[in-house]
T-cell receptor, first 116, second 114 residues
């Protein structure tokens, strides 16, 4: 069965330092991978996706993620964190099922706190 | 940029009452979804919908839940008899293809059952 793991409940980083939010996945076949961000009391905002092609994907707000097939990982990164990046981050993989089942399978989320 | 619109943003209802959550997906999208999230926790899949029928539903999506696309633009989630544990944020999403182009989420409806 397809699954996504975000091994860290919380990540703390100082403003200006690089940040990494980890995600690993388990899926048969080629994965479609996504990162979403959720600010307090807000909806789910798309950050970036990997479908195919270049393993380094660039997304919104200066975020990027690296797809690593051998390690089955899709870690989210940013070179220099901002206090405003503090939010809940979700990794998700598209389900690969028969027919038209194309739901997203979600990680549990990682709370990122950027300290000034 | 096209958006998925959800109404209302917040609904308070008494236990046992019926609620209808409304969504207007992006107009050229063909695949529609409902997810829920309890108190900033994990996002849970409820149901997917394509070609005017349910493609898949989760264990959460029991007989109390139903979805409908009544007029070609709206996509609704109905909960017939709400329970306290239905209190959550409900997100509607749509996609053009089978996810290759991504999924667009609405801003959610916060349902509070009292």
């Amino acid at each position: 069965a397809q699954s996504v793991a975000q091994p860290e409940d919380q990540v703390n980083v100082a403003e200006g330092n690089p940040l990494t939010v980890k995600c690993t996945y388990s899926v048969s076949g080629n994965p479609y991978l996504f990162w979403y961000v959720q600010y307090p009391n807000r909806g789910l905002q798309f950050l970036l996706k990997y479908i195919t092609g270049d393993n380094l994907v660039k997304g919104s707000y200066g975020f990027e993620a690296e797809f690593n097939k051998s390690q089955t990982s899709f870690h989210l990164k940013k070179p220099s964190a901002l206090v405003s990046d503090s939010a809940l981050y979700f990794c998700a993989v598209r389900d690969i099922g028969a027919g038209n089942n194309r739901k997203l399978i979600w990680g549990l989320g990682t709370s990122l706190a950027v300290n000034p | 940029e096209p958006e998925v619109t959800q109404t209302p943003s917040h609904q308070v209802t008494q236990m046992g009452q019926e609620v209808i959550l409304r969504c207007v997906p992006i107009s050229n999208h063909l695949y529609f979804y409902w997810y829920r999230q309890i108190l900033g926790q994990k996002v849970e899949f409820l149901v997917s919908f394509y070609n005017n029928e349910i493609s898949e539903k989760s264990e959460i999506f029991d007989d109390q839940f139903s979805v409908e696309r009544p007029d070609g633009s709206n996509f609704t989630l109905k909960i017939r008899s709400t329970k306290l544990e239905d209190s959550a944020m409900y997100f509607c999403a749509s996609s053009e293809s089978k996810g290759r182009d991504g999924y667009t989420f609405g801003s959610g409806t916060r349902l509070t059952v009292v």
